[in-house]
């Protein structure tokens, strides 16, 4: 059985507790991966764990992190209770050791709201493990894509590769309302990545400063990078399914993407 990778947008922290578009279709999405044979765990790319050097979770019961402020109290409340999975993060640092990458793993670490904010939406059971890959601070475009590469192999050996980030995140223009019409240059940025995700085209992808608005919709890379790392798991002829996620606060795409086929309604359907 090979798996997808999947690219998904986890906006604010409040998404946890409003779903908006984006909600059911994760949901729809984590149903369809639940209904696939062989599922070990689930492994989250997310930019809200930064190192020096490739870091991996390998906690036995990871701890909820909450790791924003400022925000409603009720978000402090949520907790998302999930097994982690150490014997598969060993097997992971060993295969980015065959790929001439070293990876650490960490014994106690818990998942970021990256992790654990949009997994509340596609899987709110919290049945399948779950651990972190860190994204590197000195993580360039090709680099992740190369990453991505290099994870590959897991996609045939039962673990969801997700990369959670945010198709577009420039917070200098953050909206109060959720329900702020999306900027121009955000739509222009949504559909010049959707051309590029859809046709494989990895050059454009990790060129991504030169598309339509790319510096403005990305004024720094973190958020972008998972897109890269999941997109480099997959190869020219996978299919790819776009999760029309719509905007939130004006500025936040959440967009996402299927790499690989999925079988069962399609959620962008």
Do not use: C
């Given at each position: 059985m090979?798996f997808?990778?999947?690219?998904v ?7 946890a ?10 949901n729809?999405i ?12 689930v ?6 764990w930064r ?11 990871p701890q909820t ?5 400022g925000?409603p109290?009720s978000?402090?409340?949520l907790h ?5 999975a150490?014997?598969?993060?060993r097997?992971v640092a060993?295969l980015l ?11 106690e670490q ?6 654990w ?35 590959a192999?897991?996609?045939e050996?039962g673990v969801l590769?997700?990369g959670s980030?945010s198709?577009?995140?420039n917070l ?16 222009e940025?949504v559909q ?8 494989h085209d990895?050059?454009a ?7 339509p608005?790319?510096?403005?919709a990305?004024?720094s890379?973190?958020h ?22 719509g ?20 959620a962008?359907a």
């Amino acid at each position: 059985m090979k798996f997808p990778a999947l690219f998904v947008s986890h906006g604010a922290p409040t998404f946890a507790v409003e779903p908006g578009q984006a909600g059911p279709l994760l949901n729809a999405i984590g149903e369809r991966v639940l209904a696939l044979p062989g599922l070990r765990a689930v492994l989250v790319i997310s930019p809200h764990w930064r190192t020096r050097g490739l870091r991996i979770g390998a906690s036995a019961r990871p701890q909820t992190i909450h790791d924003f402020g400022g925000f409603p109290a009720s978000l402090y409340a949520l907790h998302y209770p999930v097994e982690g999975a150490p014997d598969v993060a060993r097997e992971v640092a060993e295969l980015l050791t065959q790929s001439g990458l070293s990876a650490q793993l960490v014994d106690e670490q818990g998942l970021d709201h990256g992790a654990w904010v949009p997994l509340m939406h596609m899987l709110p059971g919290a049945s399948v493990p779950v651990f972190q890959l860190s994204l590197p601070i000195e993580l360039r475009p090709a680099d992740a894509l190369a990453l991505g590469s290099a994870l590959a192999p897991l996609r045939e050996q039962g673990v969801l590769v997700v990369g959670s980030g945010s198709l577009t995140h420039n917070l200098y223009e953050f909206r109060q309302s959720e329900t702020e019409a999306p900027e121009d240059y955000v739509r222009e940025f949504v559909q010049w990545a959707r051309r590029a995700a859809i046709e494989h085209d990895v050059s454009a992808l990790v060129d991504f400063r030169g598309a339509p608005h790319g510096r403005r919709a990305h004024p720094s890379d973190e958020h972008y990078l998972p897109l890269l790392v999941a997109a480099g798991t997959s190869s020219a002829g996978e299919p790819v399914e776009v999760i029309e996620g719509g905007v939130t606060y004006g500025v936040l795409s959440m967009e996402g993407y299927v790499f690989g086929e999925l079988p069962g309604v399609s959620a962008a359907a």
